[in-house]
């Protein structure tokens, strides 16, 4: 799980100060799937990338599945984010120069793993994502949506407690979204947390938990406990 205390972040240029988010108070247990929903600028983005460990925040604490974050050297918080964190951004964010089984190999290399158990979980998660057949292909020969699950494989790979998805659904026409957000609830259905960033109030709908952001104040919609639809 994740707990956040009285954490917040702003952003300092030469003369501007801009409190991206307010002191809030926040956890997410193992297995949640959560909307991030919010207007443009209300700091969902940010939140994503504090969640992710990407970005420092300023005051506060963040305990991520039992490590105190704000304690940890930089070399630590990558190894924890690499181990812990998977990502999934709007515009696939996949390497063009490398095929979808190198593409999905790229968080492995930093482990300590085996070629074997390497390839073991690169294949797994491009089967899950229905693309094993794929594995020579470039990005460029898919579809948007088939980048978006090579993606997903991406950060699956790597067993991640939590995926944090920011808009994964953004660039993709309604069929390919809603095809998205049932891979999406079929990996959270195993156990993985998730946390998305959305504009699209149906898909903020089939998440279990909604957390709506309102310049920089977070303030929690439901929490319903349903089984997702
Ligand atoms: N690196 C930065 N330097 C200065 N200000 C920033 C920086 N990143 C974000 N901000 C500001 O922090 C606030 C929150 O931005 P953020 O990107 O988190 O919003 P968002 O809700 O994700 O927006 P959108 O939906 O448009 O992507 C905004 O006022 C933004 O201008």
């Known amino acids: 799980m994740l707990s956040m205390r009285h954490l917040s972040k ?3 240029t030469d003369t501007i100060k801009t409190q991206a988010l307010q002191p809030f108070d926040l956890s997410i247990e193992q297995g949640e799937f959560v909307a991030v929903i919010g207007p443009s600028g209300s700091g969902k983005t940010t939140f994503l990338n504090i969640t992710g460990l990407l970005e420092n925040f300023c005051d506060g604490s963040y305990e991520l599945d039992g490590v105190n974050v704000e304690k940890l050297s930089d070399k630590a918080k990558s190894k924890l984010r690499n181990e812990k964190i998977g990502f999934i951004f709007q515009s696939f964010n996949l390497i063009p120069e490398l095929n979808i089984y190198d593409n999905v190999d790229m968080p492995l290399r930093y482990r300590k793993l085996s070629t074997k158990e390497r390839h073991q979980r690169i294949m797994d998660a ?3 994502v229905g693309l094993g057949s794929r594995k020579n292909h470039y990005p460029s020969q898919l579809s948007g949506g088939q980048q978006q699950r090579v993606a997903i494989a991406r950060a699956i790979a790597g067993k991640p407690s939590f995926l944090l998805a920011d808009e994964p659904t953004g660039n993709l026409d309604s069929k390919m979204a809603d095809g998205i957000m049932e891979l999406l609830k079929e990996i959270n259905a195993q156990g993985t947390s998730v946390v998305m960033v959305t ?8 998440a279990q938990r909604v957390i709506e952001i309102r310049d920089g104040v977070i303030i929690e919609r439901s929490q319903c406990n349903k089984a997702i639809a």
Request: aromatic share 14%.
């Open 10 to 12: 702003a952003y300092y």
């Open 126 to 128: 491009l089967d899950k």
């Open 199 to 206: 504009h699209d109030p149906q898909q903020a709908a089939k």
